[in-house]
C-alpha cells in the first residue's frame, strides 16, 4: 500500500503562484510514477503533470511554461510549483502515484491522495 497526503492548497489571485506538496509512505520503493491531477467543480479528473521514476516528465498542454513538477526521493515528496495561476486553474488538485507490487505475480495499482483545493480569483 502507498499512503499520500497533499499539502499548500489555498487562495490566491489571478497571475500569482501556490506550491503544492505530497509526501509518500508505506510501500515507496514500488512507486514508479508520481503526479498530480486536478478536477473541477462539474469536470472530470484531469492530468495535470507527472513525473516517472526516471525523472522524465509529461504535462498537460494548459499548464506547460507555468507550472512544475519536481520530485525528491530522499524524502519521497513531490511537489507542484504554480505560477502564473490562472482562474481556470481553480480546482482540487490530487496526488497520484502507480505503484507495482504483490507477490507472487506484482500488479500495477494506483494510489490518490485526499486532494486540496486550489482557488484562484480574478
Known amino acids: 500500500q502507498v499512503q499520500l497526503v497533499e499539502s499548500g492548497g489555498g487562495l490566491v489571485q489571478a497571475g500569482g503562484s501556490l506550491r503544492l506538496s505530497c509526501a509518500a509512505s508505506?510501500?515507496?520503493?514500488?512507486?514508479?510514477?508520481l503526479g498530480w491531477y486536478r478536477q473541477a467543480s462539474g469536470n472530470q479528473r484531469e492530468l495535470v503533470a507527472t513525473?516517472?521514476?526516471?525523472?522524465?516528465?509529461s504535462y498537460a498542454d494548459s499548464v506547460k511554461g507555468r507550472f512544475t513538477i519536481s520530485r525528491d526521493n530522499a524524502k519521497n515528496t513531490v511537489d507542484l510549483q504554480m505560477n502564473s495561476l490562472k482562474a481556470e486553474d481553480t480546482a482540487v488538485y490530487y496526488c497520484n502515484a502507480k505503484a507495482k507490487y504483490g507477490y507472487p505475480i506484482p500488479r500495477e495499482y494506483e494510489h490518490w491522495g485526499q486532494g486540496t483545493q486550489v482557488t484562484v480569483s480574478s
Open positions: 513525473m516517472s521514476s526516471g525523472d522524465s516528465t
Open positions: 508505506g510501500n515507496v520503493f514500488s512507486i514508479k510514477a
